[in-house]
């Protein structure tokens, strides 16, 4: 069983950054697929950035490119979202999960999640 907390939400104003934390226990996401994603009032959860479990690959949406990038510290079982040049459309609950075999940044593929963390950017 894997728990994770996520920290570091906030608010903050467009064009400013924020890095996001997700700390695990449990289990050792060395070899787990990890993902951060997002979910906003009356919409779908969406995928943000994750990291396959098999191929090591990064998957993002495209709203997110050249802004956020995803990281983990294998030493501290935790994984980071950094997040530039916010905009007011990146405000949301950012969740992480992890899951030991997914290949995708499908939220369905993924079994284990955090508790979710409200970022909002706002001037």
């Known amino acids: 069983q894997v728990q994770l907390v996520e920290s570091g939400g906030g608010l903050v104003q467009p064009g400013g950054s924020l890095r996001l934390s997700c700390a695990a226990s449990?289990?050792?996401?060395?070899?787990?697929?990890i993902g951060w994603f997002r979910q906003a009032p009356g919409k779908q959860r969406e995928g943000v950035l994750c990291?396959?479990?098999?191929?090591?690959?990064?998957y993002y949406t495209d709203s997110v490119k050249g802004r956020f990038t995803i990281s983990r510290d294998n030493a501290k079982n935790t994984v980071y979202l950094q997040m530039n040049s916010l905009k007011p459309e990146d405000t949301s609950v950012y969740y992480c999960?992890?899951?030991?075999?997914?290949?995708?940044?499908?939220?369905?593929?993924?079994?284990?999640w955090g508790q979710g963390t409200q970022v909002t950017v706002s001037s």
């Open positions: 449990g289990s050792t996401l060395r070899y787990y697929a």
């Open positions: 999960a992890t899951d030991r075999y997914a290949n995708s940044c499908f939220w369905k593929d993924y079994h284990y």
């Open positions: 990291i396959g479990s098999r191929d090591g690959r990064t």
